[in-house]
């Protein structure tokens, strides 16, 4: 009796992440439920003070830095979007680097990880592609298309794997494509079944897109991970903005599946149930962050959802329905949508919950979650889609960042009350991580690392680390000895303007300082712009003959402006788009003499000339 009790008491334990093996961070979000939470009480309240950083791993390709680092035994594996590195989790020593040479790039360049499963890796590569990597090597096992990334389809999420079967959804909804997430047989790469998160036709919500032609570009992008709950063989994903942005009225109706979770059964893809947090959405309020499973104290099943709206959802798993819904950021003009002359709103469309969503400590049950303040003006007017740019309709007019500030928010995971809020002076989009030893750790756009007080919230310690902190920050052990690492450097100046900042890098801190200070490990650089290959050479012949000229020959600038001047565009779709619709004293280059691809191979090779802004 007793010893049947003891044992369905671990296996629930187990299925709730909390086996007694909890030494590692063997997952984007820890475990499949997503809970962030570490049972390592070495590093405490009494004495956090002395953590300090013991190595640096300069990763050596800037950019978008927002990986969220893995950690299975001694090894941690990270992500930029070209490279996969697999270091030492204490001392930063590199055991191989990959590097994608393919020359494919996204509209978008970020990558936020692997996904871990016996003893291979899973993630995106640039081009929409999904490779599985052994882990031990950093060797390609197999590589998958995935989408179509010249039509804006591409993978920034980090895939999760379970049972023989790995998961991705495409990114991309501001470019209009239409949305869905695959389930993979984690031995071949073979595509198990699709779901379509716009639904058409004769599948359930299509009937929420009243114009039609509107679903088949109606956007539904997933862009960081995913949750399952491997009891109950669900899979939860988190399904992003309705596209054209900013124009609701082109495309009436609730928009599902966008702005919502939806459930499906994670064998065969079918659709168990939703949640739609915002219906018909004008602000581009996606939910962005993987959704995460808890249990309250009355033995309630829910999901908690940090919205781009400003707000934390827990939603019943038996009713559906919201329980609770809690404000993170300031809230205004919800209600309203985008005018000609431009609506004010808040959060806009670079706040709320990014792309790190809440966490979950189960032995207090709070739920903790960071946040971006930041509003926005928001217009609609005259556009088009065109294949592979962004379809705004039309408008997002910033604030000064000076405005951004963050949050980091603790919740009563019942009730949703508001237990204390820690203000940030930028915003945080960095993961949360609650710990056994009464902490919380987490970073800011500043650059700040910080340990709080998980029961007050007071700052413990702050550590700036020079760099905006945009990814993961995580808890593990290696040789019986709790460490913690952050990432440093994110430059994704498109994402968070001149807030992000600083070079790559990856800190990891212990308890006692090594004496001659933290012992750095640099790698080599590797190039923003999708590395050197055939296409970035033809675009440099293209750039030097038709550009170099007013440009200058390293786009420093002549007659025409630098074009490697932080002022000048960086994003891939914001070059393509100049350069084939360009203001007054540039000429007309596109049809003609340059053509489609002429006009992307010039536009990568411009990139690569940018390679300390990306
Ligand atoms: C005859 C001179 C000339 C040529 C040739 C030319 N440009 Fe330009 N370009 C300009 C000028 C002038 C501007 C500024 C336009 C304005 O703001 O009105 C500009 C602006 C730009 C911008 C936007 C810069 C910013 O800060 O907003 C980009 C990007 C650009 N050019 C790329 C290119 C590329 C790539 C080529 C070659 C395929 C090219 N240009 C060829 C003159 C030229």
Same mark, same amino acid.
């Given at each position: 009796?007793?010893? =049947? ?36 009480? *070495? ?28 950690? @299975? ?40 990880? =692997? ?121 939860? @994903? ?84 919201? =329980?609770?819904?809690?404000?993170? +950021? ?87 009350? @508001? ?8 915003? =945080?989009?960095?993961?949360? +991580? ?38 993961? @920050? ?25 807030? %992000? ?33 055939? *296409? ?31 002022? %000048? ?46």
């Amino acid at each position: 009796m007793h010893g =049947v009790i003891l044992a369905t008491l671990a296996a629930l334990l187990a299925a709730w992440g909390c086996s007694g093996a909890d030494t590692g961070w063997p997952a984007y979000n820890k475990t499949l439920h997503g809970q962030r939470f570490s049972a390592l009480a *070495q590093i405490t309240t009494a004495n956090v003070s002395g953590l300090s950083p013991v190595c640096e791993l300069i990763i050596g390709e800037d950019g978008a830095f927002q990986t969220g680092p893995v950690a @299975v035994g001694d090894t941690m594996f990270l992500t930029t979007p070209h490279t996969t590195v697999a270091m030492h989790a204490a001392t930063c020593q590199v055991f191989w680097r990959h590097i994608d040479t393919s020359g494919k790039y996204d509209p978008t360049s970020v990558n936020r990880g =692997v996904a871990y499963l016996g003893g291979r890796l899973f993630r995106g590569l640039p081009g929409s592609r999904l490779a599985a990597l052994q882990a031990s090597s950093g060797r390609v096992v197999w590589e998958v298309p995935v989408g179509d990334f010249s039509a804006g389809e591409f993978l920034s999420s980090a895939p999760i794997a379970w049972d023989g079967m790995v998961y991705i959804g495409l990114a991309g909804g501001d470019w209009g494509i239409r949305g869905r997430i695959m389930g993979y047989d984690a031995a071949t790469g073979r595509e198990v079944w699709r779901f379509n998160t716009i639904p058409m036709g004769l599948e359930r919500g299509a009937e929420t897109w009243h114009i039609s032609g509107t679903a088949e570009r109606g956007g539904g992008g997933t862009w960081s991970s995913y949750a399952l709950d491997p009891a109950a063989g669900e899979l939860f @994903v988190s399904v992003g903005n309705p596209a054209p942005d900013f124009d609701p009225d082109a495309r009436l109706g609730d928009n599902l599946f966008t702005n919502s979770v939806v459930v499906l059964d994670a064998k065969s893809g079918n659709l168990k149930w939703w949640f739609q947090a915002t219906a018909n959405d004008g602000f581009d309020w996606d939910l962005a962050a993987a959704p995460m499973l808890y249990r309250t104290g009355d033995g309630d099943d829910r999901v908690a959802l940090g919205s781009k709206n400003g707000y934390v959802y827990s939603v019943s798993r038996a009713t559906h329905k919201a =329980v609770f819904k809690t404000p993170i +950021t300031t809230i205004l003009n919800a209600d309203q949508r985008p005018t000609r002359e431009g609506v004010r709103a808040c959060p806009g469309a670079l706040g709320g919950v990014e792309w790190n969503g809440p966490a979950f400590d189960p032995t207090t049950r709070t739920i903790y979650v960071g946040s971006v303040d930041w509003c926005m003006t928001f217009k609609t007017g005259g556009y088009e889609y065109a294949r592979g740019q962004w379809y705004f309709g039309t408008q997002m007019i910033y604030e000064p960042t000076d405005s951004a500030v963050g949050w980091v928010y603790a919740l009563d995971g019942t009730e949703g009350r @508001v237990r204390w809020r820690f203000r940030t002076p930028k915003p =945080v989009v960095a993961g949360v +991580t609650p710990t056994a030893g009464g902490l919380l750790f987490t970073g800011d756009l500043a650059g700040n690392f910080y340990a709080l007080d998980k029961r007050s919230g007071k700052a413990l310690l702050t550590i700036p680390t020079g760099g905006a902190i945009a990814g993961g @920050v995580v808890t593990y052990l290696v040789g019986g000895k709790q460490y913690v690492a952050t990432t440093s450097g994110n430059t994704s100046r498109g994402t968070f303007r001149n807030m %992000a900042g600083g070079t790559a890098k990856l800190i990891v801190m212990a308890l006692e300082a090594p004496p001659r200070g933290p012992r750095r490990v640099r790698l080599a650089p590797v190039n923003a712009g999708g590395l050197v290959s055939k *296409q970035v050479e033809e675009g440099k012949q293209l750039f030097e003959r038709y550009c170099a000229g007013c440009h200058g020959a390293q786009g420093e600038g002549g007659s025409g402006p630098s074009l490697i001047a932080s002022s %000048a565009p960086h994003e891939m779709a914001a070059i393509l788009a100049f350069i084939k619709n360009p203001r007054q004293l540039m000429p007309d280059l596109y049809p003609d003499p340059l053509n489609d691809r002429q006009v992307s191979v010039t536009a990568m090779y411009v990139r690569t000339l940018q390679r300390w802004k990306h």
